[in-house]
């Protein structure tokens, strides 16, 4: 009952019993490997499971080697009475070798105590396995409510468990800042805190009248990236710009247009609120990317470039100057210029750009990835533009939109996005041609915590849907919900025994239920129409 779906999965008489004589080997390119495999499997099964550098002594053990033939991310599983061995195209894929075993094995091996009474068995099997996309991801919100570091490498952890390699982690919002930088720190000292956050999701939401925040310093940004590639996991930084930017003006308020002062954003939504695009508002936030792309080593950086509003530039005469001093016509085009500034001093750093599918309402740099959330439209509008894409869309893959019609969904926002909704997800839009669809690296869930005060919230809205995402991004061939539906039953097993505090078929748990604190529920038709009048400007 593998989750995802391997590519082929043969089974075989007999059996590979874990006992006092066990023991693990391998090529000295996977000993990290190796160790992270007896470091998880010696908790719970009690047993020693001793490393063995000389082969020689080699008996019922478990071998992890580097194998011919095999891609990027593949590998492939054989257990026998004899002996456990994974080969890996390389140390991911070994690695995701070693996770199929953890999926063979009961799931108590999850467990973080030793299971008295459990038989440590592995059915006899041979698996062939690959990766679908190469961008298999989730995009974490920690702005709108900070998680702390403990529960952020728990979630790789879990996203590592489900052959995810990608975490798109969203640092900054109008709400809060959430990374430190040396240059300038009252990014954290003031950005990082807000007064009280809305209790629901209507406009007139009341205040909770309780301050939230938090940040992580840059020794844990880089224990994050360490635990993360530690899991064969890149971390992409998004620190969203021009818009969605309160909490860097509250914290240094010339950064606005007009230098008014204000306080970090106390509201859900879009704000009115937007960065000046001075020369030194763009030095600002090269230091800013100086000190992310020291902390973050991956190929991707995120600028957002999302819901940013054109008023108070439209409307402040000293905006106005600078468009025509730069030969600027329309509001849109200043958002994409100041973009632009960052964007290649981003790939002078030999990084590539990451932004939001609003980014094409007007030109976009060569080599942008483009993150399509407004349904499929901006991935295929970038596809055809020879941008690279990775597909998000918010009616299939926004896990903070509400599960079920049911009314005591926990402040339901948008549409319903059910387990199923999930798992007809395709990255790969239809119309596009095959040297088009090179173009799409993959897609990701995305985990906007508005509405998800804590790591047990985040549980709730993010599985077992994320499972389902999971799969869609890793496996190949025909789609059949019941039968990925036995298999999830299976899997939420091993949920539980890590201790995650999933959404149920049947409904939400009384204490995942919030009581009088009102949702903003649509229909799909009105999210049609809606998302329709944003991507008009956009379909190619």
Not at 409 to 424: D, L, N, Q, S
Request: with cysteine; charged share 25%.
């Amino acid at each position: 009952m593998f989750l995802p779906r391997p590519t082929s999965v043969q089974t075989d008489n007999g059996e590979f019993v874990l006992d006092a004589s066990t023991a693990i080997t391998a090529a000295p390119e996977l000993r990290s490997t190796a160790r992270w495999l007896q470091s998880v499997l010696r908790p719970s099964t009690g047993l020693d499971l001793p490393f063995l550098s000389d082969l020689h002594e080699a008996r019922h053990t478990i071998d992890l080697r580097l194998g011919e033939g095999l891609g990027p991310e593949a590998y492939r599983l054989r257990v026998s009475s004899d002996g456990i061995v994974i080969e890996g195209g390389d140390r991911a894929g070994a690695f995701y070798g070693c996770q199929s075993l953890l999926q063979s094995l009961p799931a108590e091996v999850h467990r973080r105590y030793e299971v008295a009474g459990v038989r440590w068995a592995v059915p006899a099997v041979r698996i062939e396995d690959a990766p679908r996309f190469a961008w298999r991801g989730t995009m974490l919100d920690v702005a709108r409510h900070f998680m702390p570091k403990h529960d952020v490498l728990r979630f790789l952890d879990l996203m590592a468990m489900h052959r995810l390699n990608t975490l798109h982690l969203h640092l900054t919002d109008d709400q809060g800042w959430r990374v430190e930088i040396l240059r300038h720190p009252r990014l954290t000292e003031v950005g990082a805190w807000r007064r009280e956050s809305p209790l629901g999701a209507s406009p007139e939401a009341p205040g909770d009248g309780r301050p939230h925040g938090g940040f992580y310093t840059q020794d844990d940004i880089r224990e994050i990236v360490g635990y993360a590639a530690q899991r064969h996991i890149t971390v992409v930084p998004e620190v969203d710009i021009p818009g969605h930017s309160q909490a860097a003006i509250a914290a240094y308020p010339e950064l606005g247009v007009g230098g008014e002062p204000a306080e970090v954003w106390t509201r859900w939504g879009v704000n009115p609120r937007v960065l000046n695009t001075e020369e030194s508002t763009v030095a600002f936030f090269r230091d800013v990317l100086d000190e992310i792309m020291d902390l973050f080593p991956g190929p991707v950086v995120g600028v957002g470039g999302d819901e940013c509003p054109t008023t108070e530039w439209s409307e402040d005469a000293r905006t106005q100057e600078l468009m025509r001093e730069r030969g600027l016509r329309h509001e849109n085009e200043l958002r994409s210029w100041f973009v632009r500034q960052l964007g290649s001093h981003v790939t002078s750093r030999g990084r590539r750009l990451l932004g939001w599918d609003d980014l094409l309402e007007d030109e976009v740099p060569a080599g942008t990835v483009v993150a399509s959330w407004r349904g499929m439209t901006g991935a295929v509008t970038a596809a055809r533009r020879g941008l690279y894409v990775i597909a998000c869309p918010d009616d299939q893959v926004y896990l903070d939109y509400r599960q079920s019609e049911r009314s005591d969904e926990p402040i339901p926002v948008a549409v319903p996005v059910t387990v199923e909704t999930a798992y007809g997800f395709d990255p790969v839009p239809p119309e596009l041609t095959d040297a088009e669809r090179e173009h799409v690296l993959g897609g990701q869930a995305n985990i906007w915590t508005e509405h998800m005060d804590s790591p047990r919230t985040v549980d709730y809205f993010a599985f077992p849907r994320l499972c389902a995402v999971a799969e869609a991004l890793w496996s190949t061939g025909e789609r059949r919900y019941e039968e990925f539906r036995g298999r999830l039953d299976h899997h939420l097993a091993r949920l539980d025994a890590v201790g995650v505090e999933y959404r149920r078929e049947t409904g939400p748990l009384p204490w995942q239920t919030r009581p009088g604190i009102v949702g903003r529920p649509s229909t799909l038709a009105e999210r049609e129409a809606f998302i329709d009048v944003l991507v008009a400007d956009i379909k190619s």
